[in-house]
T-cell receptor
Framework: QKEVEQDPGPLSVPEGAIVSLNCTYS??????FMWYRQYSRKGPELLMY????GNKEDGRFTAQVDKSSKYISLFIRDSQPSDSATYLC??????????????FGKGITLSVRP | DGGITQSPKYLFRKEGQNVTLSCEQN?????MYWYRQDPGQGLRLIYY???????QKGDIAEGYSVSREKKESFPLTVTSAQKNPTAFYLC???????????FGSGTRLTVV
C-alpha cells in the first residue's frame, strides 16, 4: 500500500460546480497536510496548509482533514475555468530532519468547462 | 522578490551528454530538493539537501548527481548513465521542519 493515495482522475466538471478532491494515507504520524495546485508546464504552488484534524477555509477553497479515517479533502465551491489544473496533496510528520520531507500524492487533473 | 529560479526552461540533450540544470533560491531556505515529474507518475524525489556540503539520495538518484556548495544553489547534473532522462524537472526549497515547499517553474529536458 502506498503511503498516500489520490484518485487518478482526470475530473471534468461544469463551471459553478462544487468539486471534491480526496487523498487517503496510511502513515498515522502525518500531522501536516497540504494541497498544491499546478498549472500546465508550471511548478506547483501551495494552496492550502492545515495542521491535524479539522477544516480550513480560504475563499472558495476548503481543506478538510479527518485523521481518524486518514482522509483529507479539498473542496472548491463555484468552480471556475481558471481552477483547471492538477491538484496534489502532500503531507508530513512533525519529526525533525529527513523525516519532515513531504510525501506527495500523484495528483489529479481537474478541468472546469465553461 | 524572494523566490526560486530554475534555468533553462527548456533543454535539449544529445545521447551520451551530461547536462546541468540550475536552481537558485533567495528565500534563505536551508533545504532544497530535486524532483522529476512524468505523466501519470507524480513527483519522484531525486536528491535533497538540508545543509551546505551535504545531500542525500532520494528514490530515483541513479544517473543523477548534485552539489550544494552554497546555501542558495543546488544544481542537478543529468549524466549519460540516466537511460530515460526526458522529463519535467522541478526544484524546490523549504525551511527545515514540516513546512510547505516553494517550487521553481521547472525545466523540461528532452533527449534528441
Amino acid at each position: 500500500q502506498k503511503e498516500v493515495e489520490q484518485d487518478p482522475g482526470p475530473l471534468s466538471v461544469p463551471e459553478g460546480a462544487i468539486v471534491s478532491l480526496n487523498c487517503t494515507y496510511s502513515n498515522s504520524a502525518f500531522q501536516y497536510f497540504m494541497w498544491y495546485r499546478q498549472y500546465s508546464r508550471k511548478g506547483p504552488e501551495l494552496l492550502m496548509y492545515t495542521y491535524s484534524s479539522g477544516n480550513k477555509e480560504d475563499g472558495r477553497f476548503t481543506a478538510q482533514v479527518d485523521k481518524s479515517s486518514k482522509y483529507i479533502s479539498l473542496f472548491i465551491r463555484d468552480s471556475q475555468p481558471s481552477d483547471s489544473a492538477t491538484y496534489l496533496c502532500a503531507m508530513s510528520a512533525p519529526l525533525g530532519g529527513a523525516n519532515s520531507k513531504l510525501t506527495f500524492g500523484k495528483g489529479i487533473t481537474l478541468s472546469v468547462r465553461p | 522578490d524572494g523566490g526560486i529560479t530554475q534555468s533553462p526552461k527548456y533543454l535539449f540533450r544529445k545521447e551520451g551528454q551530461n547536462v546541468t540544470l540550475s536552481c537558485e533560491q533567495n528565500l534563505n531556505h536551508d533545504a532544497m530538493y530535486w524532483y522529476r515529474q512524468d505523466p501519470g507518475q507524480g513527483l519522484r524525489l531525486i536528491y535533497y539537501s538540508q545543509i551546505v556540503n551535504d545531500f542525500q539520495k532520494g528514490d530515483i538518484a541513479e544517473g543523477y548527481s548534485v552539489s550544494r556548495e552554497k546555501k542558495e544553489s543546488f544544481p542537478l547534473t543529468v549524466t549519460s548513465a540516466q537511460k530515460n532522462p526526458t522529463a519535467f524537472y522541478l526544484c524546490a526549497s523549504s525551511m527545515l521542519g514540516p513546512y510547505g515547499y516553494t517550487f521553481g517553474s521547472g525545466t523540461r529536458l528532452t533527449v534528441v
